[in-house]
């Protein structure tokens, strides 16, 4: 146990403040401050879980659920003295339930899985509002932004209260309800410009 107790865990954001949409770079890393390594074992295949809060409430885990009735067989995973990255994590910015988180601040929690050992991290995220739609043509082609409205029936128009987009592509199975799109302007054969579509979910 003296030697579990050695073990730390740490959590680094690439950046603080990201877009909406935009992938969330996680590293996650264990600290071993003991003199020799020192083996960890896990009752799970997963050896760690991240989550997202907003307050008290989780928005969004790395966990998945366990088939019932399912076992696994108990591994280790041995961690020499000094830092040893755990894992680099992309989260795609989606909640659990396919939405888009709001603009503001949430916190990111990293937790090892060990059989007796569960030390946790935090670090404090922050997601920037939509670029106002009338901005976006004067911003640079092909520089990734996120714009979030309201699609006209055709699904291909986006409507916010400083104008209108027209999208590369239709987003069919956009729910009737505002939207969050992510991607960037390009500019057509005929000179016209629309705003290439890389990754859209609905708001909450």
């Known amino acids: ?28 890393a264990v600290h071993n401050s003991a003199n020799a390594p020192v083996a960890v074992a896990f009752a799970q295949p997963a050896e760690y879980r991240i989550s997202v809060l907003r307050g008290d409430r989780v ?13 696994f067989p108990i591994h280790k995973h041995t961690f020499v003295q000094g830092p040893s990255v755990l894992v680099v994590y992309v989260w795609n910015t989606i909640e659990s339930d396919g939405s888009t988180p709001d603009p503001g601040d949430y916190t990111v929690r990293a937790q090892l899985l060990g059989q007796n050992l569960a030390p946790q991290a935090t ?38 209260s400083s104008g209108s987009l027209v999208l ?13 799109v992510r991607g960037y302007l390009i500019r057509r054969p005929d000179r016209t410009l629309v705003f290439f579509v890389q990754r859209w979910a609905p708001l909450q």
């Not at 928005?59 to 076992?71: H, K, L, N």
């Not at 670029?131 to 976006?136: F, G, K, M, T």
């Not at 987003?171 to 309800?177: G, K, N, S, V």
Request: hydrophobic share 45%; no cysteine.
């Open 168 to 180: 590369a592509r239709r987003l069919i199975t956009a729910p009737d309800e505002p939207v969050a």
């Open 1 to 28: 146990m003296l030697a579990l107790a050695a073990l730390t865990l740490s959590l680094q954001l690439q950046q603080t403040s990201y877009d909406l949409l935009d992938g969330v770079s996680i590293e996650v």
């Open 123 to 160: 670090a404090m995220l922050h997601f920037i509002p939509p670029v106002p739609l009338a901005a976006v043509e004067k911003l640079k082609l092909g520089n990734s932004v996120t714009v979030s409205g309201t699609l006209d029936p055709t699904k291909q128009i986006l409507t916010d």
């Open 59 to 71: 928005i969004w885990s790395s966990s998945t659920a366990e088939p019932a009735g399912v076992t």
